[in-house]
């Protein structure tokens, strides 16, 4: 998880320091806190303002000036980070490095480190399969540095070939994997999560459904797994990549999500209904595509089978968590789903907004239990999905979560 990580990014010399502005923007929506270090041929490519206003945080480029004007000191800063990641990393900052030089900020930063080292690197695929750079290397990785990409494509010089640098999304993915999970509790549990809107068929070619993009359920099926719960993810119609290292039942209508969800509640320890289920479904599916027809068209619904009251009314349920997707009075309603329903936990968020809620990279949650309430502000649904899993270790393991 990289909520709350430190993270100390050096920027080196390249075309590709300008990927390193949009991994700051990343790293900072995954939660991270992040520092930048410059060299001095890094801000010849962008300005240090850019890396300034994205981290939040002053830009730090020469030794003297860290050491002379700014509380930090060069030997704090190293202190300070949890994670050194040098990206873009040339040919050159990598050479420094694994000599042991230490005539720039960057390097020097690199000798008092003591926190994990990655470097992804970028530079012209001949720079980089010259045996004088394999070499540093091989000795860098004996050194323990851990390395991310390069990756095989074209390159600014009009050359194809191994030395670009991996896409910032990648190197954060990368970053937030290596960097381990710190939720204690959820570990070999198994986790049952449903995600993404269902589909109610209402003829061979119409069907009715909402605007769930599954982003919020996907995020929360991540973060268990990544807390190292065995997570079987339930999931209607969506566009996204399945997560890796989870079970994946793909299913269209309520009728379908009901039967995946209940065929697994009673042998999993903690189910969390993320997905918005349709209420109701029409009484009859038209076997042949409803015609055109003049004055008004009547169907007919009848109510689905709410499959959070159904799981939480097994004789031996898991820890079940609800979500809540409110467009008025959302503490009121997310309380009386969480007794109706008999949950052990609701987390709501409000729905048809500018920010947040369906179909967006982010939200915000105001999460319910017996006893308790925790409100998370708008964040990016992966780093959101991180705290709600964190949360939910803790309420599951506390013993008055009856
Ligand atoms: O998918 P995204 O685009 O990322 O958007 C995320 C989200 C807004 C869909 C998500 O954060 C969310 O709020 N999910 C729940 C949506 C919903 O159906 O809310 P509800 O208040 O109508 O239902 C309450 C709870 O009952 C939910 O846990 C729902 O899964 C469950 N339910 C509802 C009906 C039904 N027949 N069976 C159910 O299990």
Redesign the pocket.
Known sequence: MMIDKRVLLGVSGGIAAYKAAELVRLLRAQGAEVRVVMTESAVQFVSPLTFQALSGNPVYISLTEVDAGNAMGHINLARWADVLLIAPATANIMAKIAHGLADDLLSTLYLAATCPVYVAPAMNQAMWSKPVTQENIAKLRQHGVGFIGPEQGSQACGEIGLGRMSEPADICAYLDASTGSEVQGLQGLRILV???PTREPLDPVRYLTN???????YAVANAAIRAGAHVTLVSGPVALPPPVGCELINVET?GQMYEAVMSRATVCHVYI???????YSPVVVQAEKIKKQDGLLSISFQK?????AAVAGLDAPPFTV?????TDALEQYARG?LEQKNLDMIAA?W?GREQG????EQ?ALHVFWRGGEKKFPLME?SALAGHLIELIAQRFQSADRA
């Open positions: 449903s995600a993404g605007r769930s993009s599954g982003k919020m359920g309520a209904g993320t997905a918005a289920v349709a209420d689905n089978k709410d499959i959070l609800g979500f809540a997707a409110e789903k968020n729905v809620g369906f179909d967006s939200n649904k």
